[in-house]
């Protein structure tokens, strides 16, 4: 089977700009978890989608947004740039359950850079 | 707000055993802890998943206590491809609930 994809693998943006990143789960797949890596925050939790639904949602302002289409693949949207956007965002995947239950696979991520 | 401790970094030699612990409160009493390793420029993988007592599997063994404040992962004789951010993975038990906090993770360095 194939892994997580994520597109693009590297993005530049500048402050102000939008931004939209791409997550296609392992077949079979269902739920889709959204992470953000920095080397101060570590790894921080965006939010889950679950049939096509937001399942749980971590504590980041409404400019992170993100949806999942009917074939389980998800998109983040992160508007109105902000220099500390600048991360790895990491997209995992897992059967059903989410991520405190099921294994989840984590995809490459895409690094964004905002200056 | 669940909170998490790791140590910042560890150091081995091949063929040792290492264990790493994760301090967690406040965890959700119904979840799964869970441990990943990442290599650099990459995601994190899954290494080993438990609810309560002693897990193993074909590369790692993960001990929790009856409180579950802790789980402590065990890697048998570590050889230098070990080399990896270890990171304990929980569930916040607060209100609103559900969410998945990663640990600051542990840097472990395998010498030869």
């Known amino acids: 089977k194939a892994g997580v994809t994520q597109t693009p693998r590297y993005l530049i943006k500048t402050r102000g700009q939008q931004v939209t990143l791409s997550c296609s789960p392992i077949s079979g797949h269902r739920s889709v978890s959204w992470y953000q890596q920095t080397p101060g925050q570590g790894l921080q939790f965006l939010f889950e989608?679950?049939?096509?639904?937001?399942?749980n949602k971590g504590n980041f302002p409404g400019r992170f947004s993100g949806r999942q289409f009917s074939n389980s693949r998800s998109e983040m949207n992160v508007s109105t740039l902000e220099l500390g956007d600048s991360a790895l965002y990491l997209c995992?995947?897992?059967?059903?359950?989410?991520?405190?239950?099921?294994?989840?696979?984590f995809g490459p991520g895409t690094r964004l850079t905002v200056l | 707000l669940a909170k998490t401790t790791q140590p910042i970094s560890m150091d081995s030699y091949e063929g040792q055993e290492v264990n790493i612990t994760c301090s967690h409160n406040n965890i959700a009493t119904n979840d799964y802890i869970t441990w990943y390793q990442q290599f650099p420029s990459q995601g994190p993988r899954f290494i080993i998943q438990?609810?309560?007592t002693k897990v193993t599997n074909e590369v790692a063994s993960l001990f929790i206590p009856a409180d579950r404040k802790s789980s402590t992962l065990s890697l048998p004789r570590v050889s230098l491809s070990d080399t990896a951010v270890y990171y304990c993975l929980v569930g916040d038990g607060g209100t609103g609930g559900f969410k998945t906090i990663f640990g600051a993770g542990t840097r472990l360095f395998v010498k030869a």
């Open positions: 438990g609810y309560k």
């Open positions: 995992a995947s897992s059967l059903e359950r989410g991520a405190l239950t099921d294994r989840q696979y």
């Open positions: 989608y679950f049939s096509e639904t937001q399942r």
